[in-house]
């Protein structure tokens, strides 16, 4: 789908706030609100609008440990993968993964009530052989960024 300014405009606001308005998602884009949803409409089924959420500060009800975890697979067959990364997404602790080139195989972010909680995590995929050879494990001590709103206007150049 080619994307024009207006729709950059419209991805924008959104992005920044999900419960905007049609009026004044109109007047962000630059358009009435009749033709502004329409395009809000067609980016959505598109699959360029993946949903809306709330953005949850977790800390703020109770105590959590945020852990980043390398994992190397034993054996690099598809079979292995898919098997890894099935009980990846059947585990809610693990709250995303990403699949990396160079030295590791995968990068876990793993969201625990508490350190001990995280351990019996890692011991239970162990348990499960699912073909992990080693983990690192990196201890999040302080957020310093954690952005969920892209800069849409530095990653795609505006349309002419």
């Known amino acids: 789908m080619k994307l024009d300014a207006i729709d950059l405009r419209i991805l924008t606001a959104v992005q920044a706030d999900g419960r905007i308005t049609k009026l004044a998602l109109a007047e ?4 009435s609100p009749t ?11 598109a699959g360029i609008i993946a949903g809306y959420h709330a953005h949850i500060d977790v800390r703020r009800l109770a105590p959590v440990a945020s852990v980043l975890m390398e994992v190397t697979l034993t ?14 997404a059947a585990t809610d602790e693990i709250t995303a993964c990403w699949s990396v080139g160079g030295g590791v195989d995968y990068i876990l972010k793993i969201m625990a009530s508490d350190i001990d909680a995280y351990q019996r995590l890692v011991d239970s995929l162990l348990d499960r052989e699912l073909g992990i050879d080693r983990y690192f494990t990196y ?4 957020t310093v ?16």
């Open 28 to 31: 962000k884009a630059g358009l």
């Open 35 to 45: 033709p502004c949803w329409m395009r809000l409409r067609k980016l959505e089924k």
């Open 75 to 88: 054996n690099h067959r598809q079979a292995d993968f898919e098997r890894f990364e099935r009980a990846v």
């Open 139 to 142: 201890i999040i001590t302080k």
């Open 145 to 160: 960024k954690d952005e969920t709103v892209l800069s849409l206007k530095t990653l795609i150049p505006e349309p002419q």
